[in-house]
């Protein structure tokens, strides 16, 4: 993004670092532009997490955080951990903790979020890759909780469908909307 290409991520990161203990209303609203840049943008989660945003996360969602840096920093998390290298590193970090902790906040939107952070969050497991039409057309059972169909199994889901649509000549589906935009 434009933002980004004239170096807004470390400029945003350096705002964070610099009143994060002065004023945590300026630096929630740094973590909320920065969590705005890395939804839907690859190239400017790299650039958000080369610039050491992580450790800013944490220390902003450490002790008691206010609904705004709780939710900039949940969203900011989630949007990285959409890209699976990046991810790893949220886990060593600490994110499993901080989406735990958070999910008891006093906010509802907070609460919820952190569950969607958890979800991000978990461990693969062999039933992620049993089905690769889950992702694009998961059932819910009443009652259950709903888990986010994750990239890798979209991907293997769509690639499927190409193979099933060369026959016939349908167009491609396109969907990667699971990112927070904040």
């Keep these: 993004t434009l933002i980004a ?8 990161c350096a705002a964070v670092r610099r009143f994060l203990g002065t004023d945590p209303g300026i630096a929630a609203e740094a973590l909320g532009a920065l969590c705005h840049l ?5 190239e400017n989660k790299r ?3 080369d610039a050491g ?18 939710m900039a920093g949940c969203g900011l998390l ?10 790893r590193h949220v886990v060593k ?16 939107a907070v609460r919820n979020l952190a569950k969607v952070l958890q979800r991000t969050l978990a461990p693969r497991t062999a039933a992620d890759d049993a089905d690769p039409f889950g992702s694009l057309f998961a059932t819910r059972t009443p009652g ?3 888990r986010v169909a994750s990239r890798r199994g979209r991907r293997q889901a769509q ?6 649509r060369e026959d016939d000549g349908a167009e491609e589906l396109d969907h990667d909307d699971n990112e927070v935009d904040a």
């Design 5 to 12: 290409r004239h170096g807004g991520v470390p400029l945003l």
């Design 38 to 42: 890395a939804s839907k943008h690859p």
């Design 47 to 49: 650039l958000i997490f």
């Design 53 to 70: 945003a992580l450790e800013l996360v944490a220390a902003a969602l450490s002790g008691s955080p206010s609904v705004e840096a709780a």
């Design 78 to 87: 989630h949007n990285l951990s959409c890209d699976d290298e990046i991810k």
């Design 93 to 108: 970090l600490g994110g499993r903790d901080m989406a735990e902790r958070l999910s008891t906040h006093e906010s509802q």
């Design 144 to 146: 259950a909780a709903r």
């Design 159 to 164: 690639t499927a469908l190409r193979g099933a």
